[in-house]
């Protein structure tokens, strides 16, 4: 009888509404915390496959510059790149200047003169 009379006032004190609302809220954080991962991991995610693209340009960009090393180490791509930059030649070298076919001073004059306005053409007329 002792022991159904205290497993009775443990039952109690288990369903009490203190206990019910201690546990409620301890059930309370608990699942903000499961919410709380659950939302950083989904970032996580978000940010490694961010890195992997990042990843993946840098690693190109470095098969780009370990050739452009490679070219620049012959003579060849080292002269290549001077004469890209610093516009020069080698001794007896000439350069030939290759332009669109010119305008001649009428076109020109006409191009500016349609660009003035009525009074200006007017007063042109007088000089």
């Excluded at 309370?28 to 989904?42: D, L, P, S, W």
């Excluded at 970032?43 to 370990?66: D, F, P, T």
């Amino acid at each position: 009888m002792l022991e159904f009379q205290e497993k009775n006032k443990f039952r109690r004190l288990l369903y009490s509404k203190a206990s019910l609302i201690l546990l409620f809220i301890v059930l309370f954080f608990i699942v903000k915390a499961v919410i709380g991962v659950y939302y950083k991991e989904k970032a996580s995610g978000e940010n490694l496959l961010i890195s992997r693209v990042k990843m993946a340009e840098l690693e190109k960009k470095e098969k780009m510059l370990n050739s452009e090393i490679d070219r620049l180490k012959t003579d060849k791509g080292a002269e290549e790149e001077m004469r890209r930059k610093y516009m020069v030649g080698k001794a007896g070298e000439q350069v030939i200047i290759i332009t669109d076919n010119v305008k001649s001073n009428n076109g020109a004059t006409n191009e500016s003169n349609d660009k003035k306005g009525i009074w200006s053409k007017f007063l042109d007329i007088f000089r």
